[in-house]
Each structure stands twice: as structure tokens, then as C-alpha cells.
């Protein structure tokens, strides 16, 4: 079985979200495992897939992600 990509963890991590975090903590550790195999530095999320896409929410994601060691901005949509 393959590793997943960045791309496959990211809508893991958009359908965490939507499902109330279930399983966020394992989503984050397979997305920094993807970044780091692909050399990517940042994990980049689309604000409008997010439940809470406001300054508030935004923040209190970055600051989760960050905890765990992995950067997040956010695409201009």
C-alpha cells in the first residue's frame, strides 16, 4: 500500500473537520509525514472547506497544527 500524498491527507484532514475532529491528532501526523517525504514546509488549506473559516478559527487551527509541527496558511480564495 502506497503512502498517502499531501493532497490525500489534506481532504482527510477537511473531512475531520466536517466530522467533529474524529481522528484529527492521526490526520495531522499522516499530513506531516506526507510534507516531509514531498519537501513541502507548509500544509496548504482552502478557508472556505473550513466549519469555523473566520480570523478566530483560522488562528485556533494554525496554533493546533503548529503544536503538532506543521505550519498552515491558508489560500486565497
Known sequence: M?????AE????IYASLRADN???DAH?????TAMTR????QAVFDPT???QNNRSGRKLMQAYFRQRG??????AS
Do not use: C, N, Y
Open 9 to 12: 491527507a489534506t481532504e482527510s
Open 70 to 75: 506543521v505550519s498552515v496558511r491558508f489560500s
Open 2 to 6: 502506497s503512502e498517502p500524498t499531501v
Open 49 to 51: 472547506r473550513l466549519a
Open 28 to 32: 495531522i501526523a499522516t499530513l506531516k
Open 38 to 41: 514531498e519537501g513541502l514546509k
Open 22 to 24: 474524529a481522528d484529527i
